[in-house]
């Protein structure tokens, strides 16, 4: 039986991936290394509690000692790499975290794995054949779009927060210990996640959260800015299917064909709550409020995800309304309301 590394599985989209992973390839162990910052939470993971193929492990992926202990000790034969910060309004109030993390993290990674399975460049030695590392990226690498078109997996990067520029920059090392050591790589780059065990900094988790207490609910600037908000199961799905099918070297975008803009996220989650669990008067809507916006707010991302629709049979299974239904009552259920 095999063992891979999942590092940052108690976060938002690690921890809706591992449960799933495991459930769906019985013939794999597990190893989740995660430090469990503010963004980590163990109680995403209670469904694995004493399961036999899962393991955690507390710990730093910029700590190369451990990291190399954890290959030896469990033989890791592949990795899928989520650990990273993520939140763009905190890279801006702290950059260095990000580069820290994100840059350096990724390395130590990548690079304990080349000496774990290779003899040398482009040599892989006896035991370690087909072993894969897959790294989970952005589309904010690619920057912001107008009004038309979609990001390609040959569109160029242009980042524009310190956020995105470190997963660039942790994209490109993952590429280049592909071309210079002959390491069997898979990127994955996705447009904005949404849905169950999310942090509740983010912006649905915000609304539904500001909008249950009552409060003022924050939309940035003019509320115009559009993403492609892609449900996260499906997004583990296309993670699964490029780990394990996709051709290593390439990079594969897995977007939700969803564009939607905030001010439309916002509307309609107020909609919903105004059925689901209505005030005693008027609209969540009222509710809604607009601030100053973020310093290098992207307009638009949209990704065109037909490559591995077409190459390996990935497709979503939500849209966004059928999405963001099952969201609002899951947040409705940890909020026990």
Known sequence: M??????????????????????????VKVVNLDLLTYAGD???????????????????????SLVEGIFEEHDITGVIHFAAESHVD?????????VETNVNGTFVLIDVAFKKWMEKPFQFKEAYKGCRFHH???DEVYGTLGETGLF?????YAPNSPYSASKAASDMIVRSYHHTYGMNTVITNCSNNYGPKQHDEKLIPTVIRKALNGENIPIYGDGKNIRDWLYVLDHCTGIELAYQKGRSGEV???????????NYIAHSICEQLDV???????????????????AGHDRRYAIDASKLEGE?????????????????????KKYDL
Do not use: C
């Open 276 to 294: 689901l669990k209505p005030k005693a008067s008027g609209s969540y809507k009222d509710q809604i409020t607009y601030v100053e916006d973020r």
């Open 2 to 27: 095999q063992t891979i590394l999942i590092t940052g599985g108690a976060g938002f989209i690690g921890s809706n991936f591992v449960p799933y992973f495991i459930e769906n390839n019985p013939e």
């Open 252 to 262: 594969y975008n897995v977007g939700g064909k969803n564009e939607r803009n905030n």
């Open 90 to 98: 905190n890279s801006i109030k702290n950059p260095g975290v990000f």
């Open 136 to 138: 989970v990226s952005t």
């Open 42 to 64: 163990l109680s995403n993971l209670s469904e694995l509690e004493g399961h036999e193929r899962y393991t955690f492990i507390k710990g730093d992926i910029r700590d190369r």
């Open 312 to 332: 390996l049979g990935w497709k979503a299974a939500e849209n966004f309304e059928t999405g963001i239904k099952k969201t609002i009552k899951w947040y409705l």
């Open 152 to 156: 390609t997996e040959t569109t160029p």
